[in-house]
């Protein structure tokens, strides 16, 4: 059994559609598809919600996600 204890992060996001693109494709190309789950509400043209299991410190994802504008939170 694996006893690790896994660290979730939680982001939701706001209208900067360039910017959160940029988390998007980043994270679909430096994560396994298990390690992370995104939603996109109906008509939306990218994630408004991402959520990544097993969070280890990414300071190029931290960067992008800090470079989104809008009426976005994000849970520490």
Known sequence: MDTRILQEKE???????????RVEEY?????????????????????NYLKIYDFKRDYELNE?????DGEGWFEE
């Open 64 to 68: 992008l996600i800090l470079a989104c």
């Open 27 to 47: 994270v679909v190309n430096n994560y396994p598809k298990t390690q992370f789950r995104m939603s996109r509400g109906y008509g939306d043209d990218c994630i």
């Open 11 to 21: 982001y939701s996001f706001g209208y900067d559609v360039e910017n959160i693109r």
